[in-house]
């Protein structure tokens, strides 16, 4: 008898802290939310993916100048699967990432992707759909975020050009591209493994580009020039 009412007490405190030490990782999680993300539980996400990247990735990144509404384009090198998450703990306001079809419905991620307005891109069908869907996000004030060398950039591998659709959703949108260059990825050329190696992550911050025509070369250089400046690996 008496070792069953150990037993239980012993139970009872063990589910006392947990509950505790989950209560105290949400109200930290609450505390270092900056983007409100119309969601109390994805405003939470939004406090934890900071603490990660800021702690785990030792992201060094000042904040990106946002405004504080109206459409914004970001657009930076891609290097893995961490970018994203990286990306969103340097912005004051949520972004919408341009995502591949065959990443987005992956099965356990697909409902985060929803939930953060995650925009799929069919780049063997119609691709049109989501440049549409990312047009109109724009047009009501939303930030995009784009990775316009269209593919994760291999380790170690040399500049990819800029595809010119990034110009041309800017013009459109009569709104300002932000070059982004991020560095010191660790798995670097990698999706998820990506997001679970440590890293000494930093994000460079160009001055915005603006945008004269559909087919600007001069800004698609610009832009092009800042994200492909350095190489990508750890």
Known sequence: MLAQQSIWLISAVL???AAACLWWLVRRCERANVADWGNPWLNRLDGLNRIFCRRFHRLEANPIP???RGGV???ANHVSGLDPLLMIAACSRPVRFLIATEEYHRWWL?????AIGCI???RSGKPEKAFQAA??????GEVIGVFPQGRIQKRDEGPVPLKRGVVALAYLAGVPIIPLRLSGIAGAGRIIVAVFIRSRARLA???AVTVSDTKDEAALFTLDDFVNRERVGA
């Open 135 to 140: 047009l109109g996000a724009l047009d009501d």
């Open 73 to 75: 384009l970001l657009a």
């Open 15 to 17: 589910f006392a802290v």
């Open 66 to 68: 946002l405004p504080e």
């Open 110 to 114: 697909i409902w985060l992707f929803r």
């Open 120 to 122: 799929p891109v069919d």
């Open 205 to 207: 911050l160009g001055p």
